[in-house]
RNA sequence: GGCUCUGUAGCUCAGGGGUUAGAGCAGGGGACUCAUAAGCCUCGUGUCGUGUGUUCAAAUCACACCAGAGCCA
């Protein structure tokens, strides 16, 4: 019964942080968030097994202070915050497979065990830690970091506090060749290479030993024979990715989560948090028995019209509203499209506007109505009889068509999605230079049928190639295409489309059916207006 | 203070010792009409941050400086 059978479809698991719910989303996560959705996507369509985790961090001081401050308990604070980034992910057409809270009840007991693994390895010990203690970051600080008078140099409205106590430590320099031999043998563990070089930097200067417990805090799990001290909220936090591997009616025990989906293949995170899966996480599982993680990405920062943002500042973008707004399509195409992953990006509503109005509505949306607004007219509303092998190799349109898939496959692993997006839409202003140049209108009226319906079915078949493989990024824009050229089919509905087969037939270029009957053209995409002086987002 | 990265057309960025420096967007002009006034064609003499060097030759290398960002627990 239980015969263990070979695994032929790939396992892919993704996470996103989990955000620390001390405030309501901002738009790095909602980035973050956007991009994993794309890649988890772009991976069921291609069959494989997917489980992308995403979640919230709920423990530690500034939540506590948080929740006191608001006269609440903590677990409600954690609640309603939690609660507006999962609604943010609903806003945003998010689809993931587990929302990991490390307040859930099946973490504690995964923490427990894992503490105890390390425990039991000789890798935690008591001491004294004294230093400048910041809670809005939960780290001790160095002097010379400080600005003066004692603030944060990151929160600089907010003083640090002294810390002399008792803590419990994780024996980090202990792990440093591992480490060293790690990120020599695996060069894409951290990812992109700028941030690798830092990590190494970092890794070369020499690593002490980081308390993982604090004393007078609550809102934590207490440390396993010594409950004065409550497990530093990153421990716990990091450990928040193994839980999530639960099944739902699995027993809470750290060999259950690990027995499917360890190691996970992306940890996909901001480059603030680096330090703490690039060096701490790895170390933490090396000393548990664990593999390290396949990929660390850590990606840049958005600013706002060329500045940074900030609250102080007033300089930020919400992304509840941008997304009410313009819908989810709009928002993930241009993070996705228009920043180049990695690096740090911009967003201007004025560019945001035009992208969107020259890809969606122009490049994209009206090639598919004019070209839909021409099969109605000159062949019965109904896909062409070509077959792709009538139509000749040189034809510019299946010439690009044929070798689409195999470009933007590689794209996507690469988590480069600018270029795939770039390779999708060359085909699609190909499309409409083509039809330009081939006057399918004039060829009509020549009674010339073969070749307007050549013409035809070429941009036809290419529309759907490019909203196919466009899927991940936009998902509902790619429905609607499929809806009007006659498919049932539903981008988001994972069970329908992932499927190895379904990718093999539809990310080739030449498989629109002859005779299938298409819908009445009807815009996928309105234009943007520009935005007025006084919008603001 | 130390180290790293960035500075190229109005905007976002590619390029990276060797003919007249590129793309997308925005803007000007033109022909067409199937289409969401869309698409197509066409138009860019920009101190390639500043200065000094290396070289037959520098946006491309070196050094210094200026501006912005990041890391230094």
């Not at 990991?100 to 693994?117: C, E, G, L, N, W």
Request: proline share 6%; with cysteine; net charge negative.
């Amino acid at each position: 019964m239980n015969k263990p059978q070979a695994r032929t479809t790939p396992l892919f698991a993704i996470t996103t942080p989990l955000y620390y719910v001390n405030d309501v989303p901002h738009i790095g996560s909602a980035y973050t968030t956007m991009v994993a959705d794309a890649i988890a996507r772009f991976h069921r369509l291609q069959g494989h097994d997917v489980l992308m985790i995403t979640g919230t961090d709920e423990h530690g001081q500034k939540i506590q202070r948080s929740a006191e401050a608001k006269g609440v308990p903590p677990q409600e604070h954690c609640d309603a915050i939690a609660a507006t980034f999962d609604a943010l992910w609903d806003q945003l057409n998010i689809q993931y497979d587990r929302f990991s809270r490390t307040t859930a009840a099946k973490h504690h007991p995964i923490v427990k065990d894992f503490f105890q693994r390390v425990w039991d390895n000789g890798d935690i010990y008591l001491s004294k830690q004294q230093g400048w203690y910041c809670v809005s970051c939960e780290e001790f600080k160095d002097e010379r970091e400080l600005l003066e008078g004692h603030y944060c140099p990151i929160h600089s409205n907010k003083q640090v506090e002294w810390r002399d106590e008792d803590n419990y430590f994780f024996r980090l320099s202990q792990y440093q060749d591992q480490l060293k031999a790690l990120y020599q043998e695996r060069p894409d563990f951290i990812q992109p290479e700028s941030r690798r070089n830092e990590v190494l930097n970092f890794v070369e200067k020499g690593l002490q030993d980081f308390s993982i417990s604090r004393v007078n805090l609550d809102w934590g799990f207490p440390i396993p024979n010594d409950p004065k001290h409550t497990i530093y909220v990153w421990f716990d936090a990091l450990l928040g990715y193994i839980t999530a591997l639960l099944d739902p009616d699995d027993d809470p025990t750290l060999d259950n989560a690990l027995k499917k989906w360890w190691p996970i293949n992306i940890h996909l995170i901001g480059k603030d948090i680096l330090r703490f899966h690039a060096i701490y996480w790895p170390a933490m599982l090396m000393s548990a028995g664990l593999t390290p993680p396949e990929i660390v990405f850590g990606h840049g920062f958005l600013t706002k019209d060329g500045r940074k943002m900030g609250k102080t500042t007033g300089n930020t973008i919400d992304p509840v509203a941008l997304v009410s707004r313009y819908g989810s399509d709009a928002v993930r195409y241009y993070f996705l499209k228009e920043i180049e992953f990695g690096q740090d990006g911009d967003f201007n509503e004025t560019r945001f506007i035009n992208v969107l109005n020259a890809d969606l509505a122009n490049d994209l949306g009206n090639l598919l109505n004019r070209t839909l607004g021409m099969t109605k007219k000159y062949c019965q509303a109904q896909i062409p009889a070509v077959s792709a092998s009538d139509i000749p190799e040189d034809n510019p349109l299946k010439a690009l068509g044929v070798e689409l898939r195999d470009r933007v496959t590689q794209a996507y692993h690469q988590l480069n999605f600018s270029h795939a997006c770039t390779d999708i839409f060359t085909l699609i202003q190909t499309c409409n230079k083509y039809i330009d140049e081939q006057a399918p209108w004039s060829l009509y009226k020549e009674k010339q049928q073969k070749q307007v319906e050549i013409v035809l079915y070429s941009v036809l078949e290419s529309v759907r190639l490019s909203a196919y493989l466009l899927s991940p990024v936009i998902p509902n824009l790619s429905n609607k295409i499929y809806q009007q050229l006659g498919f049932d089919l539903d981008f988001n509905n994972s069970s329908q489309i992932n499927h190895p087969d379904l990718f093999q037939h539809h990310a080739q270029w030449g498989i629109l059916a002859a005779g299938q009957p298409v819908k009445k053209p009807k815009p996928i995409f309105a234009k943007l207006d520009p935005p007025t002086a006084t919008a603001s987002t």
